[in-house]
């Protein structure tokens, strides 16, 4: 359950309230602001902890892939994993920083998007793999709709 409350609160509650308050106090464009909140919270703290927990040894990725007793090469496999995902996640941390949101989203967030829609077509994903699937797309999109936005306004001025 807890794996549940942690990814759930990094991916959906935590951003929409960092990024609700966020409005209310300062004000701006709610497609800059709330994709700020999404790459510090969802591509930060998420894949941050998420890296930490692989190299650690103590992460569940073994088990949401569906290994109950890791081999030698899945153990390193999602070591691996893990140091990539601690450098994307310090990047995302950095989206706070002006100017720095959209290259720290695209770091961790193209990542994402493209993890889950390679988990999409796997059948009898087990629960933890369901959320991550449909939390990686979210954020991915977020990613995606900010960097349009950012884009489309350096175009136009």
């Not at 703290?45 to 030698?72: C, D, F, H, W, Y």
């Amino acid at each position: 359950m807890g794996y549940f409350i942690i990814v759930i609160g990094q991916t959906v509650v935590l951003p929409l309230v960092s990024g609700l308050i966020e409005l209310l106090a300062i004000g701006g464009d709610p497609i800059l602001v709330f994709g700020k909140w999404w790459a510090f919270w969802g591509v930060g703290t998420r894949l941050l902890a998420a890296g930490i927990a692989q190299v650690s040894g103590k992460g569940r990725t073994a088990e949401i892939l569906g290994s109950t007793a890791p081999s030698v090469q899945e153990l390193q496999l999602t070591r691996e994993l893990g140091t990539a995902n601690i450098a994307m996640g310090l990047t995302g941390l950095l989206a706070l920083i002006p100017g720095w949101t959209l290259p720290a989203a695209l770091a961790g967030g193209v990542f994402l998007l493209i993890a889950g829609l390679m988990h999409l077509p796997k059948k009898s994903k087990n629960p933890q793999e369901t959320v991550a699937t449909w939390t990686d797309l979210a954020v991915g999109v977020v990613v995606l709709v900010l960097a349009g936005r950012v884009v489309f306004g350096a175009i136009t001025g």
